[in-house]
């Protein structure tokens, strides 16, 4: 993909601030962000929309999609994060290379991801539900199979580490 700007990026033709590369995966600060710290995670091979992103490049761009959060959380100073995809140029996608934003978000920064709630009928949810069940290419909903093993027992007496990511998450619920 010679035209692709983040193929160029890829291929080192472009300078860019990289923050995550591996063998498929690039995390890139976007130079015309959002916010500064607004990265953007490809894969690393050509593919225009989500659809055509194999399931574990999927995976793996959001489990690096997460760990770019949580370094956001653990050195910008900041107070959420918004992970997105355009899919499709009608969801507002400007580069033909699939990618998901992490935005890092503070209190008042100006940046508005809202829309206006649209109630939906019963009946309209009904039927979206029915199409979306029925057309997918593998079922959305797995049946659960009932476990094997009973689950493991917990320790509720058991004091977390100062360092657990899970319990620094909570202090920073309002």
């Known amino acids: 993909m010679e035209n692709c700007l983040l193929c160029q990026i890829v291929a080192k033709k472009i300078p860019a601030k990289i923050v995550f590369e591996d063998e498929d995966i690039l995390g890139v600060l976007d130079i015309n962000g959002a916010i500064l710290g607004h990265t953007f995670v490809i894969p690393k091979k050509h593919f225009t929309i989500m659809e055509q992103v194999p399931h574990e ?8 999609s997460n760990k770019i959060s949580k370094a956001m ?3 910008i100073n900041i107070q959420g994060t918004n992970l997105f ?16 934003n992490v935005i890092p978000r ?11 709630p649209k ?12 199409k979306l069940k029925d057309g997918a290419e593998t079922p959305l909903i797995e049946e659960k199979k009932p476990r ?17 990511y899970l319990f ?3 202090r920073r619920i309002p």
């Open 148 to 164: 094997k093993t009973a689950p493991a027992q917990i320790n509720h007496t058991e004091i977390p580490s100062q360092e657990n």
């Open 106 to 116: 503070r209190e008042n920064d100006g940046i508005n991801l809202q829309w206006e």
């Open 168 to 170: 620094k998450q909570i």
């Open 85 to 100: 995809a355009s899919n499709g140029v009608a969801a507002g996608q400007m580069v033909a290379h699939f990618m998901v």
């Open 73 to 75: 959380f653990e050195t």
């Open 119 to 130: 109630k939906a009928s019963e009946q309209e949810l009904l039927s979206i539900q029915a």
């Open 57 to 64: 490049i999927i995976s793996k761009i959001f489990i690096i």
